[in-house]
């Protein structure tokens, strides 16, 4: 069975600062796809960023990109030039591709931007 | 796009009360996925349908809970008889089967069962 592990569960950051949120999965399938989301104190769940396991460059959607390293089972977010509104807890998630969608999450990572 | 639609956004009963928490996908969407938060357990996958067909409803804790999805868009999920321990944050989600498309969260509906 897939695993995901996130093992900061708070993080301070100073604003205009970048910051790296740690995720580790374990599968033994060679083809799936990692997620992280965005979820602020108003409670949704906000999309930011994906990874295909066969995507050859690293994901970049604005100030936020994936160090995805596939060796090493790691998917690490990184913000850069963090703002007040980056507040919020940060989720990692992986599905498998036989079963699309199906989403298992980390624990989560508490994130506080003070100015 | 509205978005995918969730209602009621909070929900408060009393134990052994039925609840049926609603949910409207994305148009267009074929997948729709319940989700269930909790601090002692965080997100965690209830059950997904595919096309309206149920196809993994292993995380579905126990007989008290059942979904449904009668057309595409549209789906409930029902918990009878309700307990405290099933006081959580119920997410809806939808996406667009396929590799590479993320899922679109709902808002969310706070269930509170006293």
């Known amino acids: 069975a897939q695993k995901i592990t996130q093992t900061q569960p708070g993080m301070f950051v100073q604003e205009k600062e970048a910051v790296t949120l740690d995720c580790t999965y374990d599968?033994?399938?060679?083809?799936?796809?990692l997620f992280w989301y965005k979820q602020p104190s108003s409670g949704e769940m906000i999309f930011l960023i994906y990874?295909?396991?066969?995507?050859?460059q690293n994901a970049t959607e604005g100030r936020y990109s994936l160090n995805f390293q596939k060796a090493r089972k790691s998917a690490n977010l990184v913000i850069s030039a963090s703002q007040l509104g980056d507040s919020a807890m940060y989720f990692c998630?992986?599905?498998?591709?036989?079963?699309?969608?199906?989403?298992?999450f980390g624990a989560g990572t508490q994130v506080v931007v003070t100015p | 796009d509205a978005g995918v639609i969730q209602s009621p956004r909070h929900e408060v009963t009393e134990m052994g009360q039925e609840v049926t928490l609603r949910c409207k996908p994305i148009?267009?969407?074929?997948?729709l996925f319940w989700y269930r938060q909790t601090m002692m357990r965080g997100l965690e996958l209830l059950i997904y349908?595919?096309?309206?067909?149920?196809?993994?409803d292993s995380g579905m804790p126990e007989d008290r809970f059942s979904a449904k999805m009668p057309n595409a868009s549209f789906s409930t999920l029902k918990i009878q008889p309700s307990e405290p321990r099933d006081s959580a944050v119920y997410f809806c989600?939808?996406?667009?089967?396929?590799?590479?498309?993320?899922?679109?969260f709902g808002p969310g509906t706070r269930l509170t069962v006293l």
């Open positions: 989600a939808s996406t667009l089967t396929g590799r590479d498309n993320e899922q679109f």
């Open positions: 599968t033994s399938d060679p083809s799936y796809g």
């Open positions: 990874q295909g396991s066969y995507d050859q």
């Open positions: 998630a992986m599905t498998l591709t036989d079963s699309w969608g199906k989403l298992q």
């Open positions: 148009s267009g969407h074929n997948s």
């Open positions: 349908f595919n096309n309206n067909v149920p196809i993994d």
